[in-house]
């Protein structure tokens, strides 16, 4: 079947946005076991991913760069640093990861507060 640019580029701007805003939503005070579910959830990402080509290429990135999931930030800062390298090597505008923190919105509201009592 021929590649088709248009449902490619669909399929990555959803993935980001998914990536991204499980980064935001990321403990800021994760526990142990939180850290081992985002490191595992990104590793499997990386191997399930459905465009094969970009899968591989993102593998290489985990190997130099491996995720960071110590807190919110790190998660969020590293996964906006390799969004970027991605941007990089498609020759796509760097995105300004200090803007990171309200960009990414779950619209989930309340469901914390509620969660925390
Ligand atoms: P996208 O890169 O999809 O970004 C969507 C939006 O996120 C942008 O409009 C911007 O608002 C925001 N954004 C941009 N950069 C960042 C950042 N660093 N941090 C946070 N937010 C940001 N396509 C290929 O053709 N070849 C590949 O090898 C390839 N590999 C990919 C690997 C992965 C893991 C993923 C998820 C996608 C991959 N893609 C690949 C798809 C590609 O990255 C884009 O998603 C697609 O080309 C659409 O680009 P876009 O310009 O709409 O913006």
New binding site residues.
Partial sequence: KLEN?TA??E???A???L??TMMARFPEEPTADDSLALQTYIQL??RL?P?G???A??RKLLQKYPPQTSSRNAAAGW???V??E??K??K????D?SK?GD?YDCGCGEEDAKAAK
């Fill in positions: 640019a490619k580029a399929l990555g701007r993935s980001w946005k990536f991204h990402f990386a991913y465009c080509d970009c899968a290429h993102f996964a906006c640093f969004h970027n991605v941007n090597r498609l796509k505008e760097q995105f990861c990171i960009f």
